[in-house]
């Protein structure tokens, strides 16, 4: 079964799909860096149909998207968050009208399913008329049955990151519909340890030097622990997993979560971020400023969990 990767950032969700034995057959993203990232890791630089498609899903017609089973959309989630501008479906940008280009693709092409994520508090956002909205257009205006779900990275992806997002899952089908559900929770068995990089971190990434030490030295004490410095306090995360990685990890003001290692105090480092998202170790990162790669795994998803996901889908559309 094929399916189409839209806002696909750097492939997360494409990789749980693929694990899930499905195929991608087209990829969309506007963002130049993500393109990189993405295109170093799926495509050669003569495999032009294996590169995401770089530009504006908004300028894309559906005719030229080729056909697919299944659409998979981890849209921008800005002005859903709690933490954005709470614009509802318009921000300043226009963002957040790019769900109406999911419908859009969805009604030219009719897949037999989809999977949308998105920040969980797209589930009471404006009072629950956001997702209301959303769940009208894709139920009644467009004909899918479908499930909704809040899952936690670090309760169904066997992963310790505290991540919580919201899952969208549509069947055209009511079969399919009626035999799809969740996954389960599985027991979180890994540690922290399991995705930090113990040895050979370039020095760049440790505070010791740094001015800040001096602040963070008294508060960051705990090697089981994932610290995040907030502006003018640290925080210190009480449940042992990595807080939720966000898009603007990597920008002034807002920081990198911390941990103590046996030489200091630093950030998780890019590769860490990546092991913490559940990306496989051989998947590569480009030789580009932290800055994006932080934002490309703060943005991106969870692989276990899409997997997981995927791979009941998989079961509903294929009995
Ligand atoms: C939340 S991220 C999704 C990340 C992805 N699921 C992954 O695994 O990396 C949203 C993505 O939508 C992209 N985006 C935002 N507006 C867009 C637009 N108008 N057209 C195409 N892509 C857009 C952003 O560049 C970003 O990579």
């Known amino acids: 079964m094929k399916f189409i990767d839209l806002f696909a950032g750097i492939g997360g969700i494409k990789i749980g799909f693929e694990n899930a034995g499905f195929r991608c057959v087209f990829s969309n993203d506007f963002d130049e860096y993500a393109k990189i990232t993405y295109d170093l890791n799926f495509s050669e630089i003569f495999e032009a149909d294996k590169q995401m498609v770089l530009g504006d899903i908004q300028k894309i017609p559906a005719s030229k998207i080729p056909d697919f089973n299944i659409l998979c959309g981890g849209f921008p989630c800005q002005p859903f968050s709690i933490a954005g501008y709470k614009q509802g479906f318009k921000d300043e940008n226009g963002r957040g009208n790019l769900f109406f280009d999911i419908v859009r693709i969805l009604k030219a092409k009719q897949p037999n399913a989809f999977l949308l994520e998105n920040v969980k508090n797209l589930k009471t956002h404006d009072k629950g008329n956001t997702l209301r909205i959303i769940l009208e257009n894709l139920e009644k205006k467009l004909g899918y049955f479908v499930k909704v779900k809040v899952l936690n990275t670090m309760e169904y992806g066997n992963l310790p990151q505290n991540r919580e997002r919201i899952y969208i899952v549509g069947f055209l089908d009511q079969k399919a519909y009626d035999k799809f559900s969740f996954p389960e929770k599985v027991k979180l068995t890994k540690t922290i340890h399991d995705c930090l990089e113990e040895k050979n971190v370039d020095e760049k990434y440790y505070y010791n030097d740094k001015p800040l030490y001096e602040v963070l030295k008294k508060e960051v004490k705990k090697r089981n622990t994932v610290y995040q410095w907030r502006r003018k306090y640290v925080r210190e995360n009480k449940n042992n997993v990595c807080p939720t990685l966000t898009a603007n990890m990597g920008m002034g ?32 990162l480009p030789d580009i400023a932290d800055s994006h790669l932080y934002k490309q795994f703060g943005n991106s998803v969870s692989i276990p969990v899409i997997q997981r996901i995927a791979q009941n889908i998989n079961n509903a559309l294929t009995n």
């Open 253 to 284: 003001g807002h920081n990198v979560p911390l941990v103590l290692s046996g030489i200091g105090i630093r950030k998780l480092t890019p590769r860490e971020c990546a092991n913490f998202q559940g990306f496989p170790k051989n998947y590569k």
